[in-house]
Structures are given as structure tokens and as C-alpha cells.
């Protein structure tokens, strides 16, 4: 996403370039739209965000390069004209471009190209050269003053009860787990466990006896544990699917 400022005083010439900002094949947010040197003064002399800052030259009240004489603007621009003889002074500024108007929708392609080879460079995938034997598989749970080592493999199932999360082991040990059931879910790479509702996510082979319920529902009774739990509804078709996988 690329959030950006506008600083133009044409209607048109902001229509324009609004239209094809948001045309070309880039995500991109117009976040503010600035129309005079007195307002991009107070505007950049606040704290916002945004990455770019398109900017006209000739203002209604003056020369957009007054702006600088008052803040100090560190973010990239764009500069936008009709006018070439401004180009050396719009390149002492932090100026990723200069197009002359009327823009061509190829040339603001470039420029936006240009921006985000600079100062978006693709960050490289290391997790890639990760050795997956060397992930985490164990729990360190710390008791008091004790600490107890479950493996992954061991865990029949998360639950959440009065806003404690907990891990239940196939031998039916429970332990607190210093985790919510969301981050534990997004831990969690084996494909036998699933989330059937908010305060579970249980393992396949913790399930003893499924029956059906309400609302296309599914009860379960787990090994280690007296309770039955429900598949909420939202989450029962793709349950069923797991159960095929």
C-alpha cells in the first residue's frame, strides 16, 4: 500500500491524477489532498502518515517550494507542472520524479516504478533458508518455580477457560500456556489439529464420538475430557472437510 499526499489547487488536475493513480497496477491510497502553501505548511509540519507527496508548483497563494523555507519535508515527491525550468530546484528537494503536464498515464507508471524500486525494495524471503528441524517443538511451561517440557506432538488440544489458555495432553495433563488460542493457531503448522470454535483446537486423534446437533453442528466427546464440545456453525463445513483430508 502506498499512501499518498496530493498537493495541487486544479480540481481538474486533481481528478486527473486521482483517476489514474488509482487505475494503475499498484495498491495505492489518496490519503489527503492539499491546495495552497499555507495549508502544506501546516499540514507537513504535523505528524502523519503516508509514503509520497505529489506536488503542483505554481499554488494559489505561491510557489510550492515557499513550503520548504517552513518545514522540513522528508518524505519522497513527485513534482507536477507545466512548467521544465523548475526541475533543477524540484531535484535539491527529496524528489523521486518531475513530470510535466498533461501527465501521461505511462509516465506516472514510471514514476510510481521508480518510487517503489527506491524506497519499497522487495524484501527477500529468508524464512526460505529456515532448516525446519530446527523449529520449535516443545512446549516449556513454567510452573511456580518448576518447568515442564511437552512436546507438540503430545498436546490433545487447546482450550481457553476464564480467560486462561490451556494445553491438554493425550494423557490427560493440563497446563497453562503463556499464549491466546489465536497466536497458538498461528503457531501451529500440523494439519491434524483444527479450530472448531473460539475456545477450542483440537487434534483428530483426541476425538472419541462425533454426533450430529443442532444447526448442522457437530458435538464431540474428546478423550480426555467428560465435556462435550461443538463445532460452531461457521466453522462446521470446513470441519467436515478436515475429517476427509
Not at 515557499?66 to 524528489?95: G, N, R, W
Not at 503463556?178 to 503457531?187: P, Y
Amino acid at each position: 500500500m502506498i499512501k499518498i499526499v496530493i498537493v495541487e489547487d486544479e480540481a481538474a488536475a486533481v481528478e486527473r491524477l486521482s483517476e489514474m493513480l488509482l487505475s494503475i497496477d499498484y495498491e495505492i491510497k489518496i490519503v489527503h489532498i492539499l491546495d495552497s502553501v499555507v495549508d502544506s505548511i501546516d499540514y507537513f509540519s504535523q505528524l502523519h502518515d503516508f509514503d509520497l507527496i505529489f506536488m503542483d508548483i505554481h499554488l494559489s497563494d505561491g510557489n510550492s517550494f515557499d513550503i520548504f523555507k517552513h518545514v522540513t519535508i522528508s518524505k519522497p515527491i513527485i513534482f507536477t507542472t507545466a512548467y521544465s525550468e523548475y526541475a533543477l530546484d524540484a531535484f535539491k528537494q527529496y524528489a523521486v520524479d518531475y513530470l510535466l503536464k498533461p501527465i501521461k498515464k505511462d509516465q506516472l507508471t514510471a514514476a510510481i516504478k521508480k518510487y517503489g524500486d527506491i524506497f519499497q525494495p522487495t524484501i527477500p524471503d529468508y524464512t526460505q533458508l529456515i532448516d525446519k528441524t530446527t523449529i520449535e517443538k516443545r512446549w516449556m511451561i513454567k510452573i511456580g518455580q518448576n518447568i515442564r517440557v511437552v512436546d507438540y506432538a503430545d498436546v490433545a488440544y487447546y482450550f481457553t477457560m476464564k480467560k486462561i489458555t490451556y494445553l491438554m495432553t493425550f494423557e490427560g495433563k493440563k497446563y497453562p500456556v503463556d499464549l491466546t488460542l489465536e497466536q497458538i493457531e498461528t503457531q501451529i503448522t500440523d494439519q491434524n489439529y483444527f479450530r472448531i470454535n473460539r475456545q477450542y483446537i483440537i487434534h483428530q486423534h483426541a476425538i472419541d464420538k462425533m454426533s450430529t446437533h443442532t444447526k448442522s453442528r457437530v458435538r464431540i466427546s474428546l478423550k480426555t475430557n467428560e465435556e462435550e464440545v461443538i463445532v460452531s456453525t461457521e466453522r462446521s463445513p470446513n470441519f467436515k472437510k478436515w475429517l476427509k483430508a
